[in-house]
T-cell receptor, first 117, second 112 residues
Framework: AQKVTQAQTEISVVEKEDVTLDCVYE???????LFWYKQPPSGELVFLIR??????QNEISGRYSWNFQKSTSSFNFTITASQVVDSAVYFC??????????????FGKGTKLSVKP | KAGVTQTPRYLIKTRGQQVTLSCSPI?????VSWYQQTPGQGLQFLFE???????NKGNFPGRFSGRQFSNSRSEMNVSTLELGDSALYLC???????????FGEGSRLTVL
């Protein structure tokens, strides 16, 4: 069965600190997608990144970076120099690569990040 | 480009009633998925529609149903509401085979 674990329920940091959100996944599939979403208080989930299981290259986008390690089944997310606007709940998700169905994501429980000024 | 629109945003129902939630996807997106979000269970997949056909269904009782119209708009219905159905219901749309879901702000249902 597929499963996503985000062990950190809540994290609180002070502005400008770096913070890493952990994500560990389980799947029997050899090909899959991994995602990170951000959920601000407004409720909608905002897409941050999708990673294909074949692509273990780390990615950086501005202050955001992602570290994908297949050997440890982890897909961690780091925010550098955090800002108050980064405060939100962050979800890691997993989906199988199925051309017929793209909408079934397995989400972790989420990590609530609070960035204090 | 307009995002995913869900209506109503908030609603209150009583046990035993039924409810219909609506979702208008991003223009050009033909796939619509629905999720239930609760504090206890987190985000759980309900179903996915593409071209008016249900492609996938999550592990929910038959009281939960949905449909998609020819313009890709989707509705979900919950009959015989129970207290445990209180949740944020999120709709997401995507273009075929991109795997990138765009979510609406959700419909927050409270069952009393």
């Amino acid at each position: 069965a597929q499963k996503v674990t985000q062990a950190q329920t809540e994290i609180s940091v002070v502005e400008k600190e770096d913070v890493t959100l952990d994500c560990v996944y389980e799947t029997r599939d050899t090909t899959y997608y991994l995602f990170w979403y951000k959920q601000p208080p407004s409720g909608e989930l905002v897409f941050l990144i999708r990673r294909n299981s074949f692509d273990e290259q780390n990615e950086i986008s501005g202050r955001y970076s992602w570290n994908f390690q297949k050997s440890t089944s982890s897909f961690n997310f780091t925010i550098t120099a955090s800002q108050v606007v980064d405060s939100a709940v962050y979800f890691c998700a997993l989906s199988e690569v199925d051309r017929r169905s793209q909408g079934n994501l397995i989400f972790g429980k989420g990590t609530k990040l609070s960035v204090k000024p | 480009k307009a995002g995913v629109t869900q209506t109503p945003r908030y609603l209150i129902k009583t046990r035993g009633q039924q409810v219909t939630l609506s979702c208008s996807p991003i223009s050009g997106h033909r796939s619509v998925s629905w999720y239930q979000q609760t504090p206890g269970q987190g985000l759980q997949f309900l179903f996915e529609y593409f071209s008016e056909t249900q492609r996938n269904k999550g592990n929910f009782p038959g009281r939960f149903s949905g449909r998609q119209f020819s313009n890709s708009r989707s509705e979900m219905n919950v009959s015989t509401l129970e207290l445990g159905d209180s949740a944020l219901y999120l709709c997401a749309s995507s273009r075929r085979n991109t795997g990138e879901l765009f979510f609406g702000e959700g419909s927050r249902l409270t069952v009393l």
